[in-house]
């Protein structure tokens, strides 16, 4: 069975900094792209970062550029992301979800979200 | 960045109704658009992606259609089960962006 559990998320005061960590098993992990998407309370989804199957390649976006970090470690099929100088903006629950299929160097098409975790909760406030 | 519209915010219908949500990007994201649904205190579930191919295991009554700049999602015999909010999403090019919802009530 396909799981990823996310963890890590709490209560954080703004300039702060916590770090999410996703585990995942039943599939090919190292295989896969892998990204962070954030939901605000009653809002809607937004994609916060992507990563490579290597780990050597990282995207953000605009809003967490230069704060946030992902990184991987294929070997403990494991997603991170470093969230620092945390902004009251940031509150939401977070999800890994998987990206593209990569294999040989060359990845599919399929960039869409087809699995995700069930997400952990960041909220930032004084 | 590529702006996602869709519409309505919020539907209302009867089991066995036909309905359908629109979905409009701000530029051509080719077919490179896929369908959620999202129900409360869960994660988004993928129903459709390359705007028309249907993920596997999701009911035959969900179908995507469309290309470029505008995109429909087909309930076509609502079910109660499918009460949830439905969310669009371009994966053309980065950062990937999503509908803002459309929210599918059961009367």
């Known amino acids: ?126 | 960045d590529i702006q996602m519209t869709q519409s309505p915010s919020t539907l209302s219908a009867s089991v066995g109704d036909r309905v359908s949500i629109t979905c409009r990007a701000s530029q051509t994201t080719r077919n490179w658009l896929a369908w959620y649904q999202q129900k409360p205190g869960k994660a988004p579930k993928v129903l459709i992606y390359e705007a028309s191919t249907l993920e596997t295991g999701v009911p035959s009554r969900f179908s995507g259609s469309g290309s470029a700049t505008e995109f429909t999602l087909t309930i076509s015999s609502l079910q109660p089960d499918d009460a949830a909010t439905y969310y669009c999403q371009q994966y053309n090019e980065y950062p990937w962006t999503f509908g803002q919802g459309t929210k599918v009530e059961i009367k």
């Open chain 1, 1 to 126: 069975e396909v799981q990823l559990v996310e963890s890590g998320g709490a209560l954080a005061q703004p300039g702060g900094s916590l770090r999410l960590s996703c585990t995942a098993s039943g599939f090919n992990f190292s295989n896969y792209e892998m990204n962070w998407v954030r939901q605000t309370p009653g809002q809607g989804l937004e994609w916060v970062s992507n990563i490579s199957t290597s780990g050597r390649r990282a995207l953000y976006a605009d809003s967490v550029k230069g704060r946030f970090t992902i990184s991987r470690d294929n070997a403990k099929t494991s997603l991170f992301l470093q969230m620092n100088n945390l902004r009251v903006e940031d509150t939401a629950v977070y999800y890994c979800a998987s990206g593209r299929f990569c294999a040989d160097g060359v990845c599919n098409t399929a960039a869409y979200f087809q699995k995700w975790g069930q997400g952990t909760l960041v909220i930032v406030s004084s």
